[in-house]
Every structure is written in C-alpha cells, then in structure tokens.
C-alpha cells in the first residue's frame, strides 16, 4: 500500500490543509431569525413576517397577550405555551419576548425540567 500525502487534493478534492477550523464556527440558535410575532397594526397575522410563518390564530392570540401586557391588564410574571412538539411554541414566545422588548427576559425550558 502506498503512503499518501495528507496535503495532496484527492480526486480535485479540497486539501486536508484548506479545511476550515472548527474551533471557530460560532453557534446560531434555531430561532435565532424570529424578530417579532408578524403582525399588523390591527393585530392581524401576516402569513411571512419578522421571521414567522403559519400559525396564524396562535400568533394572533400571542399579540393580543402581548397587548394587554403593554397595557399592563394582564398579572404575573410568566406565559406558559402548551402544544404537541413542532406546534411552533417556542418560536411564538420567542416573537412574543422580542415585541415586548429587549428588557424582557426569555428562558426557555423543556417539559421534563
């Protein structure tokens, strides 16, 4: 067997020394795109807006949450989003936190916790 020389491209491939370092890939959050819930001024769901696709009524329902929070009609400290897995929960909080604002702190916790 021939030995093979680690920095010679295989096939017109990439070089071994043309590889990227993975020390330095940042992590992106799987909803790191949600702006905002994707509303109008009426409250109405846009069907593409600030990151959000689909879930129309629940995306509605959030920003009328959202407005009495505004208006300070709504006591607690916390909203719980309940629904099957891949319903879109966490991408509506996440939409609801940044309308509210970047003073509004989003925690993020699994069933199980």
């Given at each position: 067997?021939?030995?093979?020389?680690?920095?010679?491209?295989?096939?017109g491939?990439?070089?071994i020394a043309?590889?990227?370092?993975?020390?330095?890939?940042?992590?992106?959050?799987?909803?790191?795109?949600?702006r905002?819930?994707?509303?109008?001024d009426?409250f109405?769901?846009?069907k593409v807006?600030?990151?959000?696709?689909?879930?129309?009524?629940?995306?509605?329902?959030a920003?009328?949450?959202?407005?009495?929070?505004?208006?300070?009609?709504?006591?607690?400290?916390?909203?719980?989003?309940?629904?099957?897995?891949?319903?879109?929960?966490?991408a509506?909080?996440?939409?609801?936190?940044?309308?509210?604002?970047p003073?509004?702190?989003?925690?993020?916790?699994?069933?199980?916790?």
């Amino acid at each position: 067997m021939a030995a093979m020389d680690i920095d010679a491209p295989a096939a017109g491939g990439p070089r071994i020394a043309d590889a990227k370092d993975l020390t330095r890939i940042e992590r992106i959050g799987a909803h790191s795109h949600i702006r905002g819930l994707g509303l109008d001024d009426s409250f109405e769901a846009r069907k593409v807006s600030q990151g959000m696709v689909g879930q129309l009524k629940a995306r509605r329902a959030a920003g009328l949450i959202v407005q009495m929070i505004l208006k300070g009609e709504i006591a607690g400290r916390a909203v719980l989003l309940a629904g099957t897995p891949g319903s879109g929960k966490t991408a509506i909080a996440m939409g609801m936190a940044q309308a509210l604002g970047p003073e509004t702190p989003f925690t993020m916790l699994a069933g199980s916790e």
